[in-house]
């Protein structure tokens, strides 16, 4: 095979990857909103049983890619939906109190992941290192959203919110930019699994950000 057929083949199944993820995301997401629509009249309880049954599947997928994608697919659906009925208490309680802050939280979801996305997708420049402080920051934050439960900080959600956009700034980027650089298709499922994680914690940050600015 010449070096010209080589890379022609190589960009074949970055694009071939591309596609499969972002079929694979929309998939997850549209399973998720089944489950915010199913469980919208659930209690907060089973909620945190859908939650940790959502990780659940989403470290099995971590062993299921190794033997079957087919397994990892359905996996990654079901992680899908029970983060969807893990998420529809805190989706309920938002559409009840103020439901322009859903709609106004998607489209700056989607504007910001396109974003960053697309950058990332089209940077040359290895990203890995930023995933790694990003990744790092993350743990960060997680530790100040405890803090924040006990300790009352004046403007603290804000600084929340507008960090935890700053991190997954970076995370996206590079998530996009391992679509382009990888050749693997049996990655896809947890390619698609990290990007979704992605666009979800987005979503609730910037929830947050609209239901504070339409309280105030």
């Known amino acids: 095979m010449s070096t010209t057929t080589a890379g022609l083949t190589s960009r074949d199944r970055t694009h071939t990857l591309f ?5 694979y995301v929309a998939t997850t997401t549209a399973l998720f909103a089944a489950g915010a629509y199913l469980g919208r009249n659930l209690h ?7 939650f940790i049954a959502a990780f659940g599947t989403l470290i099995g997928m ?4 190794r033997r079957s994608v087919g397994l990892a697919v359905v996996l990654l659906s079901a992680f899908g939906l029970l983060m969807g009925l893990a ?10 109190a103020d439901p322009t802050a859903l709609w106004q939280a998607g489209g700056a979801t989607a504007l910001f992941v396109a974003g ?4 990332g997708y089209a940077t040359r420049r290895d990203l890995t290192a930023i995933a790694r402080i990003a990744s790092w920051a993350l743990i960060a934050l997680i530790l100040f959203g405890i803090v924040l439960i006990f300790v009352q900080i004046p403007g603290g959600a804000l600084i929340y919110s ?3 956009l700053v991190i997954f700034a970076g995370l996206v980027a590079f998530d996009f930019q391992r679509l382009r650089v990888s050749t693997d298709l049996a990655s896809a499922p947890l390619l698609a699994a990290s990007i979704f994680l992605d666009i979800l914690n987005v979503f609730l940050l910037f929830l947050q950000l609209f239901s504070r600015s339409s309280d105030s």
């Open 62 to 65: 971590q062993f299921a890619i």
């Open 19 to 23: 596609a499969q993820t972002m079929q």
């Open 162 to 164: 507008i960090l935890g």
């Open 44 to 50: 907060g309880g089973v909620g945190i049983i859908a």
């Open 87 to 96: 998420i529809a208490p805190t989706l309920a309680f938002y559409a009840a």
């Open 116 to 119: 960053f996305g697309a950058a």
